[in-house]
Protein backbone atom coordinates (compact mmCIF):
# COMPACT_ATOMS: atom_id res chain seq x y z
CA UNK A 1 0.00 0.00 0.00
CA UNK A 2 2.84 2.50 1.20
CA UNK A 3 4.84 1.43 -1.57
CA UNK A 4 1.97 2.02 -4.18
CA UNK A 5 1.58 5.61 -2.60
CA UNK A 6 5.41 6.15 -3.05
CA UNK A 7 5.39 5.42 -6.77
CA UNK A 8 2.23 7.32 -7.33
CA UNK A 9 3.94 10.16 -5.66
CA UNK A 10 6.99 9.93 -7.50
CA UNK A 11 5.04 9.82 -11.00
CA UNK A 12 3.35 13.31 -9.44
CA UNK A 13 6.90 14.56 -8.77
CA UNK A 14 7.61 14.13 -12.41
CA UNK A 15 4.75 15.38 -13.86
CA UNK A 16 5.31 18.39 -11.37
CA UNK A 17 7.11 20.91 -14.21
CA UNK A 18 4.57 19.33 -16.83
CA UNK A 19 1.64 21.12 -14.35
CA UNK A 20 3.65 23.77 -13.84
CA UNK A 21 4.23 24.43 -17.99
CA UNK A 22 0.39 24.26 -18.24
CA UNK A 23 -0.30 26.14 -15.20
CA UNK A 24 1.43 28.60 -16.47
CA UNK A 25 -0.47 28.56 -19.96
CA UNK A 26 -3.92 29.58 -18.85
CA UNK A 27 -5.47 29.09 -14.86
CA UNK A 28 -7.88 26.16 -14.31
CA UNK A 29 -10.37 28.22 -13.19
CA UNK A 30 -10.77 29.59 -16.88
CA UNK A 31 -11.47 26.44 -18.02
CA UNK A 32 -14.92 26.33 -16.43
CA UNK A 33 -15.58 30.07 -16.85
CA UNK A 34 -15.45 29.26 -20.47
CA UNK A 35 -17.73 26.13 -20.16
CA UNK A 36 -20.40 27.79 -18.38
CA UNK A 37 -20.24 30.63 -20.89
CA UNK A 38 -20.55 28.29 -23.73
CA UNK A 39 -23.31 25.95 -21.76
CA UNK A 40 -25.10 29.07 -21.38
CA UNK A 41 -24.79 29.92 -24.80
CA UNK A 42 -25.95 26.41 -26.43
CA UNK A 43 -29.08 26.64 -24.55
CA UNK A 44 -29.56 30.16 -24.69
CA UNK A 45 -29.46 30.22 -28.00
CA UNK A 46 -32.89 27.66 -28.67
CA UNK A 47 -34.55 29.35 -26.43
CA UNK A 48 -34.01 33.10 -28.00
CA UNK A 49 -33.92 31.38 -31.38
CA UNK A 50 -38.04 30.32 -30.54
CA UNK A 51 -39.39 33.26 -29.04
CA UNK A 52 -42.04 35.35 -30.35
CA UNK A 53 -41.25 38.52 -28.11
CA UNK A 54 -39.76 41.88 -29.25
CA UNK A 55 -37.36 44.95 -27.44
CA UNK A 56 -37.66 48.30 -28.61
CA UNK A 57 -34.11 49.68 -28.90
CA UNK A 58 -34.49 53.77 -30.08
CA UNK A 59 -38.31 53.48 -31.06
CA UNK A 60 -37.03 50.20 -33.69
CA UNK A 61 -38.80 47.28 -32.79
CA UNK A 62 -36.36 44.15 -32.85
CA UNK A 63 -37.88 40.50 -32.52
CA UNK A 64 -35.50 38.56 -30.07
CA UNK A 65 -35.08 35.49 -32.35
CA UNK A 66 -32.27 37.80 -34.24
CA UNK A 67 -30.24 37.90 -31.21
CA UNK A 68 -29.79 34.26 -31.82
CA UNK A 69 -27.27 34.47 -34.30
CA UNK A 70 -24.97 36.59 -31.55
CA UNK A 71 -25.49 34.07 -28.97
CA UNK A 72 -24.35 31.03 -31.34
CA UNK A 73 -21.23 33.60 -32.59
CA UNK A 74 -20.18 34.13 -28.74
CA UNK A 75 -20.48 30.37 -28.08
CA UNK A 76 -18.29 29.40 -31.17
CA UNK A 77 -15.70 32.05 -29.73
CA UNK A 78 -15.54 30.33 -26.80
CA UNK A 79 -15.19 27.14 -28.61
CA UNK A 80 -11.95 28.51 -30.42
CA UNK A 81 -10.76 29.68 -26.65
CA UNK A 82 -11.25 26.44 -25.44
CA UNK A 83 -9.42 24.52 -27.90
CA UNK A 84 -6.44 27.61 -27.93
CA UNK A 85 -6.32 27.33 -24.04
CA UNK A 86 -6.99 24.30 -23.02
CA UNK A 87 -5.21 21.30 -25.79
CA UNK A 88 -7.13 18.23 -25.66
CA UNK A 89 -9.52 18.80 -22.87
CA UNK A 90 -10.69 21.99 -24.86
CA UNK A 91 -11.24 20.74 -27.97
CA UNK A 92 -12.92 17.45 -27.06
CA UNK A 93 -15.32 19.39 -24.88
CA UNK A 94 -16.04 21.77 -27.44
CA UNK A 95 -16.39 19.26 -30.01
CA UNK A 96 -18.52 16.98 -27.87
CA UNK A 97 -21.12 20.20 -27.24
CA UNK A 98 -20.97 21.40 -31.17
CA UNK A 99 -21.88 17.83 -32.64
CA UNK A 100 -24.39 17.47 -29.86
CA UNK A 101 -25.88 20.17 -31.18
CA UNK A 102 -26.28 19.04 -34.44
CA UNK A 103 -28.70 16.81 -34.11
CA UNK A 104 -31.01 19.10 -31.97
CA UNK A 105 -30.54 21.81 -35.22
CA UNK A 106 -31.56 19.12 -37.59
CA UNK A 107 -34.71 18.23 -35.49
CA UNK A 108 -35.46 21.49 -35.40
CA UNK A 109 -35.69 22.10 -39.13
CA UNK A 110 -36.85 19.17 -40.79
CA UNK A 111 -39.38 18.26 -38.00
CA UNK A 112 -40.52 21.51 -36.31
CA UNK A 113 -39.41 23.33 -39.63
CA UNK A 114 -37.79 25.80 -38.19
CA UNK A 115 -36.14 27.10 -41.21
CA UNK A 116 -34.24 29.88 -39.53
CA UNK A 117 -31.55 28.03 -37.87
CA UNK A 118 -30.43 26.94 -41.44
CA UNK A 119 -27.65 29.41 -41.01
CA UNK A 120 -27.19 27.98 -37.85
CA UNK A 121 -26.01 24.98 -39.22
CA UNK A 122 -23.23 26.32 -41.25
CA UNK A 123 -22.43 28.54 -38.48
CA UNK A 124 -21.77 25.15 -36.62
CA UNK A 125 -20.13 23.28 -39.09
CA UNK A 126 -17.83 26.04 -39.82
CA UNK A 127 -16.93 25.79 -36.00
CA UNK A 128 -15.95 22.39 -36.08
CA UNK A 129 -13.90 22.77 -39.08
CA UNK A 130 -12.17 26.24 -37.23
CA UNK A 131 -11.22 24.09 -33.78
CA UNK A 132 -10.34 20.88 -36.03
CA UNK A 133 -7.75 23.12 -37.71
CA UNK A 134 -6.48 24.81 -34.52
CA UNK A 135 -6.50 21.54 -32.70
CA UNK A 136 -4.34 19.97 -34.99
CA UNK A 137 -1.86 22.99 -35.59
CA UNK A 138 -1.95 22.91 -31.76
CA UNK A 139 -0.47 19.42 -31.63
CA UNK A 140 2.31 20.15 -33.97
CA UNK A 141 3.54 23.06 -31.83
CA UNK A 142 2.91 21.32 -28.54
CA UNK A 143 5.38 18.62 -30.03
CA UNK A 144 7.39 21.39 -30.89
CA UNK A 145 7.45 23.25 -27.32
CA UNK A 146 7.61 19.80 -25.40
CA UNK A 147 10.78 19.32 -27.04
CA UNK A 148 12.41 23.05 -26.30
CA UNK A 149 10.72 22.44 -22.77
CA UNK A 150 12.74 19.24 -21.74
CA UNK A 151 15.91 20.59 -23.33
CA UNK A 152 15.01 24.13 -20.62
CA UNK A 153 14.99 21.47 -17.66
CA UNK A 154 17.21 19.13 -18.60
CA UNK A 155 21.20 19.48 -17.77
CA UNK A 156 22.53 18.09 -21.40
CA UNK A 157 25.15 16.30 -19.72
CA UNK A 158 23.98 14.05 -16.96
CA UNK A 159 19.97 13.95 -18.69
CA UNK A 160 19.14 14.89 -14.86
CA UNK A 161 16.97 18.11 -14.31
CA UNK A 162 18.71 21.38 -14.27
CA UNK A 163 18.96 24.47 -12.36
CA UNK A 164 15.83 25.82 -13.45
CA UNK A 165 13.48 22.87 -13.03
CA UNK A 166 15.03 22.63 -9.53
CA UNK A 167 13.92 26.17 -8.83
CA UNK A 168 10.53 25.88 -10.15
CA UNK A 169 10.21 22.68 -8.11
CA UNK A 170 11.15 24.11 -5.20
CA UNK A 171 9.08 27.43 -5.40
CA UNK A 172 6.28 25.72 -6.05
CA UNK A 173 6.59 23.49 -2.85
CA UNK A 174 7.15 26.59 -0.86
CA UNK A 175 3.88 28.00 -2.66
CA UNK A 176 2.09 24.98 -1.32
CA UNK A 177 3.79 24.67 2.02
CA UNK A 178 5.66 21.23 1.74
CA UNK A 179 7.99 20.64 4.01
CA UNK A 180 11.31 19.53 2.59
CA UNK A 181 15.23 19.63 2.78
CA UNK A 182 17.31 20.69 0.43
CA UNK A 183 20.86 19.21 0.11
CA UNK A 184 23.57 21.30 -1.68
CA UNK A 185 26.02 18.40 -2.85
CA UNK A 186 29.63 18.82 -4.31
CA UNK A 187 32.01 16.78 -5.30
CA UNK A 188 35.70 16.32 -4.01
CA UNK A 189 38.72 17.07 -5.70
CA UNK A 190 36.60 16.92 -9.32
CA UNK A 191 38.49 20.23 -10.52
CA UNK A 192 41.80 18.25 -9.87
CA UNK A 193 40.34 15.15 -12.52
CA UNK A 194 39.41 18.02 -15.28
CA UNK A 195 42.73 19.59 -14.81
CA UNK A 196 44.89 16.25 -14.50
CA UNK A 197 42.91 13.75 -16.48
CA UNK A 198 40.96 16.33 -19.21
CA UNK A 199 37.24 17.21 -19.86
CA UNK A 200 36.56 13.82 -21.15
CA UNK A 201 37.58 12.00 -18.43
CA UNK A 202 35.77 14.53 -16.31
CA UNK A 203 31.99 14.52 -18.26
CA UNK A 204 32.40 10.68 -18.19
CA UNK A 205 32.76 10.96 -14.31
CA UNK A 206 30.12 13.83 -14.10
CA UNK A 207 27.87 11.07 -16.07
CA UNK A 208 28.45 8.25 -13.98
CA UNK A 209 27.76 9.71 -10.47
CA UNK A 210 24.42 11.53 -11.91
CA UNK A 211 23.26 7.75 -13.31
CA UNK A 212 23.98 6.60 -9.71
CA UNK A 213 22.28 9.13 -8.10
CA UNK A 214 19.05 8.70 -10.77
CA UNK A 215 18.79 5.61 -9.66
CA UNK A 216 18.45 6.10 -6.30
CA UNK A 217 16.17 8.90 -6.14
CA UNK A 218 14.05 6.73 -9.27
CA UNK A 219 13.96 3.55 -7.69
CA UNK A 220 13.02 5.29 -3.95
CA UNK A 221 15.43 3.02 -2.33
CA UNK A 222 16.01 5.64 0.37
CA UNK A 223 12.88 5.33 1.84
CA UNK A 224 12.27 9.54 1.29
CA UNK A 225 11.01 10.66 -1.75
CA UNK A 226 13.90 12.53 -3.82
CA UNK A 227 14.45 14.53 -6.56
CA UNK A 228 18.21 15.03 -7.62
CA UNK A 229 19.25 17.94 -10.24
CA UNK A 230 22.54 18.78 -11.95
CA UNK A 231 23.36 22.80 -10.83
CA UNK A 232 26.67 23.27 -12.55
CA UNK A 233 29.58 21.88 -13.23
CA UNK A 234 29.99 19.75 -10.24
CA UNK A 235 26.88 21.03 -8.19
CA UNK A 236 24.14 18.99 -7.27
CA UNK A 237 21.19 19.15 -5.66
CA UNK A 238 18.87 16.85 -3.79
CA UNK A 239 15.54 17.86 -2.94
CA UNK A 240 14.56 15.78 0.18
CA UNK A 241 10.56 14.96 1.21
CA UNK A 242 8.64 12.58 3.46
CA UNK A 243 11.09 12.19 6.01
CA UNK A 244 10.10 12.20 9.74
CA UNK A 245 12.92 13.26 11.26
CA UNK A 246 16.25 14.44 11.06
CA UNK A 247 17.77 10.82 11.42
CA UNK A 248 15.81 10.45 7.72
CA UNK A 249 17.36 12.89 6.20
CA UNK A 250 20.53 11.93 6.84
CA UNK A 251 20.28 8.02 6.25
CA UNK A 252 19.29 9.42 2.47
CA UNK A 253 22.15 12.07 2.30
CA UNK A 254 24.47 8.36 3.52
CA UNK A 255 22.65 6.53 0.90
CA UNK A 256 23.79 9.17 -1.63
CA UNK A 257 27.25 9.43 -0.33
CA UNK A 258 27.30 5.91 -0.37
CA UNK A 259 27.00 5.06 -4.21
CA UNK A 260 30.30 6.80 -5.28
CA UNK A 261 31.99 4.09 -2.54
CA UNK A 262 33.06 1.71 -5.77
CA UNK A 263 35.13 3.23 -7.95
CA UNK A 264 34.22 4.91 -11.22
CA UNK A 265 36.34 3.07 -14.11
CA UNK A 266 36.44 5.82 -17.22
CA UNK A 267 38.78 6.00 -20.30
CA UNK A 268 41.31 3.32 -18.62
CA UNK A 269 41.36 5.28 -15.33
CA UNK A 270 39.71 3.89 -11.84
CA UNK A 271 39.06 7.30 -9.80
CA UNK A 272 38.07 7.34 -6.42
CA UNK A 273 35.03 10.07 -5.74
CA UNK A 274 33.65 11.63 -2.80
CA UNK A 275 31.15 14.14 -2.29
CA UNK A 276 30.55 16.85 0.40
CA UNK A 277 26.75 17.45 1.82
CA UNK A 278 25.66 20.03 3.36
CA UNK A 279 21.62 21.11 3.91
CA UNK A 280 19.01 23.52 5.39
CA UNK A 281 15.03 22.46 5.79
CA UNK A 282 11.75 24.36 4.77
CA UNK A 283 10.17 25.50 6.12
CA UNK A 284 12.30 25.62 9.83
CA UNK A 285 15.55 27.24 8.65
CA UNK A 286 13.55 29.65 6.44
CA UNK A 287 10.99 30.15 4.48
CA UNK A 288 13.06 32.02 1.53
CA UNK A 289 13.98 29.83 -1.50
CA UNK A 290 17.47 31.67 -2.50
CA UNK A 291 18.12 31.55 1.59
CA UNK A 292 17.63 28.30 1.48
CA UNK A 293 19.79 27.03 -0.85
CA UNK A 294 22.30 29.30 0.60
CA UNK A 295 22.57 27.73 4.10
CA UNK A 296 22.72 24.46 2.11
CA UNK A 297 25.66 25.67 0.54
CA UNK A 298 27.39 27.22 3.55
CA UNK A 299 26.94 23.55 5.19
CA UNK A 300 28.26 22.00 2.05
CA UNK A 301 31.08 24.02 2.86
CA UNK A 302 32.00 23.55 6.24
CA UNK A 303 31.51 20.09 5.49
CA UNK A 304 34.13 20.05 2.50
CA UNK A 305 36.33 21.82 5.30
CA UNK A 306 36.08 18.63 7.05
CA UNK A 307 36.17 16.34 3.94
CA UNK A 308 36.94 13.10 4.80
CA UNK A 309 35.71 13.43 8.32
CA UNK A 310 32.43 14.85 8.21
CA UNK A 311 30.71 14.30 4.39
CA UNK A 312 27.45 15.59 5.85
CA UNK A 313 26.58 18.79 7.41
CA UNK A 314 23.53 20.17 8.56
CA UNK A 315 23.45 24.25 8.54
CA UNK A 316 23.32 26.44 11.67
CA UNK A 317 22.87 29.94 12.94
CA UNK A 318 26.72 29.77 13.79
CA UNK A 319 27.87 28.77 10.59
CA UNK A 320 26.68 32.49 9.17
CA UNK A 321 28.71 33.57 12.23
CA UNK A 322 31.55 31.78 11.40
CA UNK A 323 30.90 32.66 7.41
CA UNK A 324 30.84 36.38 8.51
CA UNK A 325 34.29 36.34 10.62
CA UNK A 326 36.14 34.43 7.30
CA UNK A 327 34.70 37.20 5.04
CA UNK A 328 35.92 40.34 7.87
CA UNK A 329 39.16 38.26 8.19
CA UNK A 330 39.98 38.02 4.37
CA UNK A 331 39.09 41.79 4.00
CA UNK A 332 41.12 42.86 7.05
CA UNK A 333 44.15 40.92 5.95
CA UNK A 334 43.20 42.67 2.24
CA UNK A 335 43.14 46.08 3.87
CA UNK A 336 46.92 45.67 5.98
CA UNK A 337 47.96 44.19 2.33
CA UNK A 338 46.58 47.25 0.45
CA UNK A 339 47.47 50.06 3.27
CA UNK A 340 44.16 51.03 3.44
CA UNK A 341 43.28 50.83 7.08
CA UNK A 342 43.60 54.66 8.08
CA UNK A 343 42.58 56.59 11.33
CA UNK A 344 40.25 59.09 13.07
CA UNK A 345 41.47 61.38 15.89
CA UNK A 346 38.75 62.13 18.72
CA UNK A 347 39.94 65.31 20.95
CA UNK A 348 40.32 64.77 24.64
CA UNK A 349 39.98 68.21 26.80
CA UNK A 350 40.43 69.48 30.02
CA UNK A 351 36.94 70.47 31.69
CA UNK A 352 38.05 74.69 31.09
CA UNK A 353 37.40 72.98 27.41
CA UNK A 354 40.77 73.23 26.46
CA UNK A 355 42.64 71.20 23.82
CA UNK A 356 44.90 68.39 25.92
CA UNK A 357 44.79 66.44 22.29
CA UNK A 358 43.56 63.25 20.26
CA UNK A 359 43.04 60.15 20.13
CA UNK A 360 43.98 57.88 17.22
CA UNK A 361 41.03 55.33 16.16
CA UNK A 362 41.93 52.82 13.23
CA UNK A 363 39.24 53.09 10.69
CA UNK A 364 38.17 50.61 7.59
CA UNK A 365 35.70 50.76 5.00
CA UNK A 366 33.67 47.75 3.50
CA UNK A 367 33.90 47.06 -0.38
CA UNK A 368 31.06 48.64 -0.70
CA UNK A 369 32.66 51.82 0.80
CA UNK A 370 30.37 51.77 3.99
CA UNK A 371 32.64 51.79 7.92
CA UNK A 372 33.18 48.46 9.13
CA UNK A 373 33.49 49.19 12.89
CA UNK A 374 36.51 48.63 15.02
CA UNK A 375 34.17 47.46 17.63
CA UNK A 376 33.94 44.18 15.05
CA UNK A 377 37.47 44.04 13.23
CA UNK A 378 39.61 45.02 16.23
CA UNK A 379 38.82 41.55 18.33
CA UNK A 380 38.93 39.51 14.84
CA UNK A 381 42.10 41.09 13.88
CA UNK A 382 43.07 40.44 17.72
CA UNK A 383 41.68 36.49 17.48
CA UNK A 384 43.85 36.18 13.99
CA UNK A 385 46.93 37.79 15.64
CA UNK A 386 47.54 40.63 13.16
CA UNK A 387 46.31 43.60 15.80
CA UNK A 388 50.12 44.60 15.40
CA UNK A 389 49.83 45.39 11.77
CA UNK A 390 46.18 47.91 12.37
CA UNK A 391 48.56 49.02 15.46
CA UNK A 392 51.16 50.05 13.58
CA UNK A 393 49.45 51.36 10.76
CA UNK A 394 47.48 54.03 12.93
CA UNK A 395 50.52 54.97 14.77
CA UNK A 396 52.91 55.71 11.99
CA UNK A 397 50.47 57.52 9.98
CA UNK A 398 48.97 59.69 13.29
CA UNK A 399 52.11 60.47 14.34
CA UNK A 400 53.32 61.71 10.95
CA UNK A 401 50.46 63.83 11.06
CA UNK A 402 50.22 65.29 14.41
CA UNK A 403 54.23 65.87 14.21
CA UNK A 404 53.84 68.17 11.02
CA UNK A 405 50.70 69.94 12.92
CA UNK A 406 52.73 70.39 16.48
CA UNK A 407 55.59 71.78 14.04
CA UNK A 408 53.31 74.07 11.80
CA UNK A 409 51.21 75.15 14.79
CA UNK A 410 53.58 75.35 18.20
CA UNK A 411 50.66 73.39 19.78
CA UNK A 412 51.32 71.21 22.55
CA UNK A 413 48.83 68.54 22.10
CA UNK A 414 48.69 64.65 23.33
CA UNK A 415 48.65 61.76 20.50
CA UNK A 416 46.74 58.38 22.32
CA UNK A 417 47.71 55.72 20.52
CA UNK A 418 45.89 52.19 21.11
CA UNK A 419 48.65 49.22 22.04
CA UNK A 420 47.82 45.77 22.08
CA UNK A 421 49.22 43.25 24.40
CA UNK A 422 50.55 41.19 20.84
CA UNK A 423 52.03 44.28 19.41
CA UNK A 424 54.25 45.55 22.70
CA UNK A 425 55.74 42.29 23.34
CA UNK A 426 57.03 42.13 19.81
CA UNK A 427 60.72 42.46 20.55
CA UNK A 428 61.23 45.11 17.82
CA UNK A 429 58.60 47.76 19.74
CA UNK A 430 60.75 50.08 21.22
CA UNK A 431 62.38 50.11 17.83
CA UNK A 432 59.52 50.86 16.18
CA UNK A 433 58.60 53.88 18.45
CA UNK A 434 62.10 55.37 17.80
CA UNK A 435 61.89 54.94 14.60
CA UNK A 436 58.70 56.59 14.48
CA UNK A 437 59.62 59.50 16.97
CA UNK A 438 62.18 60.20 14.22
CA UNK A 439 60.78 60.14 11.44
CA UNK A 440 57.48 62.36 12.34
CA UNK A 441 59.97 64.78 14.55
CA UNK A 442 56.80 64.16 17.62
CA UNK A 443 58.39 64.37 21.00
CA UNK A 444 57.80 61.60 23.81
CA UNK A 445 55.97 64.19 25.89
CA UNK A 446 53.70 64.43 23.31
CA UNK A 447 52.70 60.76 22.84
CA UNK A 448 50.71 58.12 24.85
CA UNK A 449 50.08 54.59 25.10
CA UNK A 450 46.97 53.09 26.00
CA UNK A 451 46.59 49.83 27.66
CA UNK A 452 43.67 48.50 28.35
CA UNK A 453 43.12 47.30 31.67
CA UNK A 454 42.22 43.74 31.30
CA UNK A 455 45.19 43.28 29.58
CA UNK A 456 47.62 45.35 31.64
CA UNK A 457 46.57 42.44 34.45
CA UNK A 458 46.61 39.70 32.58
CA UNK A 459 50.28 40.19 31.01
CA UNK A 460 51.74 42.04 33.54
CA UNK A 461 54.69 40.12 34.26
CA UNK A 462 55.51 40.05 30.85
CA UNK A 463 54.75 43.36 30.12
CA UNK A 464 55.98 45.54 32.81
CA UNK A 465 59.89 45.35 31.72
CA UNK A 466 58.02 46.81 28.21
CA UNK A 467 56.15 49.65 30.21
CA UNK A 468 58.84 50.31 32.40
CA UNK A 469 61.07 50.52 29.04
CA UNK A 470 58.14 53.34 27.40
CA UNK A 471 58.10 55.25 30.49
CA UNK A 472 61.86 55.72 30.60
CA UNK A 473 61.97 57.09 27.22
CA UNK A 474 59.61 59.83 28.38
CA UNK A 475 56.50 58.53 26.99
CA UNK A 476 52.96 58.77 28.77
CA UNK A 477 51.12 55.63 29.66
CA UNK A 478 47.44 55.68 30.31
CA UNK A 479 45.24 52.68 31.75
CA UNK A 480 42.24 52.23 29.12
CA UNK A 481 38.69 50.98 30.01
CA UNK A 482 39.22 52.10 33.60
CA UNK A 483 36.97 49.77 35.75
CA UNK A 484 36.13 46.90 33.92
CA UNK A 485 39.21 44.73 34.75
CA UNK A 486 38.87 44.95 38.50
CA UNK A 487 42.75 45.50 38.95
CA UNK A 488 43.52 45.49 42.25
CA UNK A 489 45.40 48.66 44.37
CA UNK A 490 48.51 47.45 44.39
CA UNK A 491 48.97 46.28 40.76
CA UNK A 492 47.70 50.09 39.73
CA UNK A 493 49.96 51.70 42.55
CA UNK A 494 53.19 49.67 40.95
CA UNK A 495 51.94 50.83 37.45
CA UNK A 496 53.88 53.49 35.52
CA UNK A 497 50.56 55.00 34.38
CA UNK A 498 49.96 58.90 33.77
CA UNK A 499 46.59 58.90 32.94
CA UNK A 500 43.16 57.02 33.65
CA UNK A 501 40.20 56.50 31.09
CA UNK A 502 37.09 55.42 33.01
CA UNK A 503 35.32 53.36 30.50
CA UNK A 504 32.05 55.32 29.02
CA UNK A 505 29.72 52.17 30.34
CA UNK A 506 29.85 53.72 33.95
CA UNK A 507 29.76 57.02 32.53
CA UNK A 508 26.31 56.16 30.84
CA UNK A 509 24.72 55.13 34.14
CA UNK A 510 26.56 57.51 36.86
CA UNK A 511 23.87 59.86 37.50
CA UNK A 512 21.18 57.00 36.94
CA UNK A 513 21.55 56.67 41.02
CA UNK A 514 23.48 58.06 43.89
CA UNK A 515 25.56 54.54 44.19
CA UNK A 516 26.55 55.02 40.18
CA UNK A 517 27.87 58.82 41.09
CA UNK A 518 29.76 57.54 44.36
CA UNK A 519 31.72 54.68 42.25
CA UNK A 520 32.59 57.41 39.18
CA UNK A 521 33.54 60.16 42.24
CA UNK A 522 35.27 56.71 44.14
CA UNK A 523 37.61 56.12 40.88
CA UNK A 524 38.17 59.73 40.33
CA UNK A 525 39.83 59.70 44.03
CA UNK A 526 41.82 56.78 43.27
CA UNK A 527 43.75 58.17 40.65
CA UNK A 528 44.44 61.10 42.13
CA UNK A 529 45.77 59.55 45.20
CA UNK A 530 48.33 57.72 43.37
CA UNK A 531 49.13 60.77 41.65
CA UNK A 532 47.05 60.09 37.94
CA UNK A 533 45.05 62.21 36.29
CA UNK A 534 41.37 61.11 35.28
CA UNK A 535 39.69 60.98 31.85
CA UNK A 536 36.22 60.38 31.58
CA UNK A 537 35.05 58.47 28.09
CA UNK A 538 32.05 58.94 26.11
CA UNK A 539 30.94 61.96 27.97
CA UNK A 540 27.45 62.69 25.74
CA UNK A 541 25.62 64.75 27.75
CA UNK A 542 25.18 67.77 30.04
CA UNK A 543 24.27 66.73 33.02
CA UNK A 544 27.01 64.12 32.94
CA UNK A 545 29.65 66.88 32.44
CA UNK A 546 28.15 69.01 35.02
CA UNK A 547 28.59 65.92 37.34
CA UNK A 548 32.09 65.15 35.94
CA UNK A 549 33.19 68.98 37.22
CA UNK A 550 31.28 68.31 40.57
CA UNK A 551 33.20 65.83 41.61
CA UNK A 552 36.79 66.67 40.13
CA UNK A 553 37.73 64.71 36.98
CA UNK A 554 40.31 66.24 35.46
CA UNK A 555 39.47 65.67 31.35
CA UNK A 556 36.82 64.67 28.73
CA UNK A 557 36.81 62.28 26.01
CA UNK A 558 33.03 62.17 24.25
CA UNK A 559 30.75 63.40 21.75
CA UNK A 560 29.42 66.21 23.31
CA UNK A 561 32.92 67.88 22.72
CA UNK A 562 34.12 66.10 19.79
CA UNK A 563 33.31 62.74 17.72
CA UNK A 564 36.15 60.72 15.89
CA UNK A 565 37.42 63.73 13.44
CA UNK A 566 39.25 63.03 10.02
CA UNK A 567 42.82 64.47 9.76
CA UNK A 568 41.01 67.78 8.14
CA UNK A 569 39.13 68.35 10.63
CA UNK A 570 40.95 67.87 13.88
CA UNK A 571 44.01 70.50 12.25
CA UNK A 572 40.62 72.91 11.94
CA UNK A 573 40.19 72.26 15.81
CA UNK A 574 43.95 72.53 16.73
CA UNK A 575 43.62 76.01 14.86
CA UNK A 576 40.78 77.05 16.30
CA UNK A 577 42.43 76.43 19.58
CA UNK A 578 45.58 77.50 19.59
CA UNK A 579 45.88 80.38 16.73
CA UNK A 580 43.93 83.63 18.50
CA UNK A 581 42.48 85.61 15.82
CA UNK A 582 44.28 88.68 14.40
CA UNK A 583 42.80 91.92 16.41
P1 LIG B 1 38.44 52.76 23.02
O1 LIG B 1 39.93 52.75 22.97
O2 LIG B 1 37.78 52.70 24.34
O3 LIG B 1 38.00 54.02 22.16
C1 LIG B 1 36.93 54.80 22.48
C2 LIG B 1 35.74 54.41 21.71
O4 LIG B 1 34.62 55.07 22.24
C3 LIG B 1 35.81 54.81 20.24
O5 LIG B 1 35.09 53.86 19.50
C4 LIG B 1 35.08 56.12 20.24
O6 LIG B 1 34.56 56.45 18.97
C5 LIG B 1 33.98 55.82 21.22
N1 LIG B 1 33.45 57.03 21.82
C6 LIG B 1 34.12 58.10 22.28
N2 LIG B 1 33.29 59.02 22.78
C7 LIG B 1 32.04 58.51 22.65
C8 LIG B 1 30.72 58.98 23.01
O7 LIG B 1 30.52 60.07 23.54
N3 LIG B 1 29.68 58.17 22.74
C9 LIG B 1 29.86 56.96 22.15
N4 LIG B 1 28.75 56.24 21.90
N5 LIG B 1 31.07 56.48 21.81
C10 LIG B 1 32.14 57.25 22.07
P2 LIG B 1 35.70 53.16 18.26
O8 LIG B 1 36.44 54.14 17.43
O9 LIG B 1 34.56 52.41 17.67
O10 LIG B 1 36.74 52.16 18.83
C11 LIG B 1 36.35 51.05 19.53
C12 LIG B 1 37.51 50.36 20.14
O11 LIG B 1 38.36 49.78 19.16
C13 LIG B 1 38.43 51.29 20.92
O12 LIG B 1 37.87 51.53 22.15
C14 LIG B 1 39.67 50.45 20.99
O13 LIG B 1 39.59 49.49 22.01
C15 LIG B 1 39.67 49.74 19.67
N6 LIG B 1 40.58 50.42 18.74
C16 LIG B 1 40.34 51.47 17.93
N7 LIG B 1 41.46 51.77 17.22
C17 LIG B 1 42.42 50.90 17.59
C18 LIG B 1 43.78 50.69 17.21
O14 LIG B 1 44.37 51.40 16.40
N8 LIG B 1 44.44 49.65 17.81
C19 LIG B 1 43.85 48.85 18.75
N9 LIG B 1 44.56 47.89 19.29
N10 LIG B 1 42.57 49.02 19.12
C20 LIG B 1 41.86 50.03 18.56
CA1 LIG C 1 41.50 53.69 23.68
CA1 LIG D 1 38.32 53.07 26.20
Not at 243 to 248: A, G, R, S
Not at 523 to 551: F, N, P, R, Y
Request: hydrophobic fraction near 45%; proline fraction near 3%; charged fraction near 20%.
Amino acid sequence: MEKDKKASEKRILEKTLEQLYIEKRAPAKGFFVLLIIYLACTFGVSFVAKSQSSVNINGIDISIYTFAGVISSIANIVAILLTVYYGKKGFFTALTVLLLQLPMIFMGIFLRKTYTSIPGVFGNLAAIIAIIVIFINNIRIDKYQTKLREQAVTDMLTGLPNRFACSELVMDFIKRGTPFAAVSVNLNGFKGINDTMGFDVGNAVLIEVASRWKSIADNGSSGTLDFICRLSGDEFAIVIRHYLTEDDILKTINLYASALKDKIEVHDYSISMSASFGYAEFPSDTKDVDELFTYANIAMLKAKENAGLQQVMRFSNAMMDNLYTAELESKIRAAIENDTIFYNLQPQFNMEHKLRGFEALARMKDNDGSFISPGEFIPVAESIGIIDKIDSSVFRKSARFIGNLIKETGADIMLSINVSVKHMMRADFLDELITIMDESGIKPENLEIEITESIMIESMDKAFECIEAIKKMGIQIAIDDFGTGYSSLSYLNSFPANLLKIDKSFIDKMNSSDSSKQYVAALISLGHIMGIDVISEGVEQQDQLDTLKAIGCDYVQGFIWGRPLSPEDARKVVLDSFISPVP
